[in-house]
């Protein structure tokens, strides 16, 4: 059998109508959109196409999208931009947030930008609590809350409507992180109550490199990068025309095909957590995962004490799998998962998050049960 990838939360494979619409733009298309010729008038109208494709779906306005290099700039822009437009002094976050938005805030309270940085509680499984976030909006002065949609290591999901009703009620400026759910959910701006949602396109089968950032038309923000009149003078540089056209197409066929995907890729994940949980003792899982809670594409799986448990993840790229022990951006890092602290998880339990797209079948799961199960009874402390 081929490798098994089942890091799909970390990066998706391209899908081939992807690349074949970005290898057209790099053969046939390649003016500078910034010049006035008609090579450059021909880029041009390609990335507009690709904004008006995005707003579409959204039912957003093409004004509302900026195209970015991925998530991390587009957390990046809505929270330093965010709250110098609107002079805020106090921010809302979670100890479970991506560090794009955890160290951004961060570095804004040290440098003095910011006053206050207040997280709010979320249970053991990554749930917010909704009484303390409006606790914490009473008793402060205008904020800037930043909770992402789902959590990139445990996918647990976040009901966004209500925490943008909360802010609403409260006059806060909401930011949403919804790099893992962009493709994923249908999401339409016009019903939620969020100033700001992102994507990274290589989240859902589109190129990496390339994201976008929603900007609600209610709000004006300064740019973040200077030097050229790109994005309606909200980005300065050349524009990375195919890997925005790659984006756009990446998130219709994430659209047309959504429903489809997401019974498939839910039947995945429920198929191998029964599996796991019939086969292997004391075993459990980190997060929600009942089906209306939890991410679908994601499963966090809490292993039984065992020796050499660090060693889990190397001995199943041995055997050809590919899944990751915690947020990607932490790989080859020997410092433990900031997440799986936030919600005191076991810290002797080593952690494996799968996650799944509809490259996935049955047969690559049971062949990973199976190598996991072998690794576990070898490997359990007694």
């Not at 990838?5 to 690349?19: C, G, H, K, M, S």
């Not at 619409?21 to 006035?36: A, L, Q, R």
């Not at 995005?54 to 991925?70: C, D, K, M, Q, R």
């Not at 990446?250 to 949980?277: C, F, G, N, V, W």
């Amino acid at each position: 059998m081929d490798r098994i990838y089942l890091d799909n939360a970390a990066t998706t494979p391209l899908d081939a109508v992807v690349i074949e619409e970005m290898v057209n733009v790099m053969k046939s298309h390649y003016g500078n959109p910034s010049s006035i010729h008609a090579q450059g008038r021909e880029v041009r109208t390609l990335i507009e196409k690709a904004r008006k494709a995005v707003a579409g779906l959204l039912n957003a306005t093409p004004a509302e999208i900026f195209f970015t290099s991925g998530g991390t700039e587009a957390d990046n822009t809505a929270i330093r931009c965010g709250i110098a437009a609107f002079n805020i002094r106090h921010a809302i976050t979670s100890k479970i947030e991506h560090h794009a938005v955890e160290h951004t805030l961060s570095m804004l309270l040290q440098q003095g930008v910011i006053d206050k940085l207040s997280f709010v509680n979320v249970d053991e499984k990554g749930n917010v609590d909704h009484a303390h976030l409006e606790e914490l909006l009473q008793n402060n002065e205008r904020s800037f809350v930043s909770l992402m949609h789902a959590n990139n290591e445990l996918g647990t999901l976040t009901d966004i409507e209500r925490v943008g009703d909360i802010c609403e009620q409260y006059n806060a400026i909401y930011h949403c992180d919804t790099v893992q759910t962009m493709g994923h959910y249908v999401h339409d701006v016009r019903k939620l109550k969020a100033h700001f949602i992102v994507c990274a396109a290589h989240k859902l089968h589109g190129p990496k490199g390339v994201g976008f950032l929603y900007v609600n038309h209610t709000v004006k923000i300064s740019p973040m990068i200077f030097g050229g009149a790109q994005e309606r003078n909200m980005r300065g540089g050349t524009e990375n025309v195919y890997g925005i056209v790659g984006l756009a197409k990446a998130l219709e066929i994430a659209y047309a095909e959504m429903e489809q995907h997401q019974q498939h890729i839910q039947e995945l994940k429920t198929y191998m957590k029964d599996r796991l949980s019939a086969e292997i003792p004391d075993l459990s899982f980190n997060g929600e995962t009942d089906t209306e809670k939890s991410l679908y594409t994601v499963l966090n799986v809490s292993f039984p004490a065992m020796d050499m448990a660090d060693m889990l993840l190397f001995n199943l790229d041995i055997q050809g799998i590919s899944a990751s022990g915690g947020s990607a951006c932490s790989s080859g890092s020997n410092i433990g998962s900031h997440v799986l602290t936030g919600i005191n998880a076991d810290p002797n339990r080593p952690s494996i998050r799968f996650s799944f797209s509809k490259y996935n079948s049955k047969e690559e799961l049971d062949f990973v049960i199976d190598r996991l199960k072998k690794i576990v009874s070898q490997n359990v402390a007694v």
